[in-house]
């Protein structure tokens, strides 16, 4: 399993080597957020993704030997409690690779990743998150990216 990764990181590499000047610029996803109150303390926290055409971020539902997950990791915050686990909303959609013998699930166009929150006090307060995930299209995968964004309420 862990030379089929290598394989790919390889493979990956070898790819965008010959065009890295034009593509350190590349990002085909970005990342909006949304604060929606869903009761007196809680609140769904809202990570809209757009995806650039042709391009797609895999879910964060990915078996262990396939390319890298997508994940959001909140920051400590005393005033807040995570509820349940982050949610992906959007149209998935799943293909066989052969490269890594797996079926695996993303999403092209858009996708929410949604956190529902629970406030301890009654306070104003902010959170921030590092998404970490991954971008291809049927042809190359751009390296793994980490970008943060915040929420104030």
């Not at 493979?11 to 996803?29: E, N, V």
């Not at 293909?95 to 990743?113: G, K, Q, R, W």
């Amino acid at each position: 399993m862990n030379k089929m990764y290598l394989s790919f990181c390889m493979i990956c590499l070898l790819t965008y080597q010959g065009t890295f000047s034009q593509k350190t610029a590349l990002d085909p996803a970005s990342l909006t957020t949304e604060v929606k109150k869903i009761s007196e303390k809680e609140y769904d926290l809202i990570v809209h993704v757009a995806i650039k055409e042709g391009w797609h971020i895999y879910s964060q539902n990915i078996k262990e030997g396939g390319p890298i997950p997508t994940s959001l990791t909140f920051s400590k915050n005393p005033l807040l409690e995570l509820v349940g686990k982050v949610k992906e909303v959007g149209k998935i959609e799943s293909n066989f690779d052969p490269n890594f013998n797996l079926e695996l699930f993303y999403y092209s166009h858009t996708v929410d990743l949604i956190q529902r929150v629970k406030l301890k006090a009654k306070a104003k307060t902010s959170v921030t998150a590092k998404m970490e995930y991954m971008v291809c299209t049927n042809k190359e995968c751009l390296p793994p990216k980490t970008k943060s964004v915040a929420f104030n309420f």
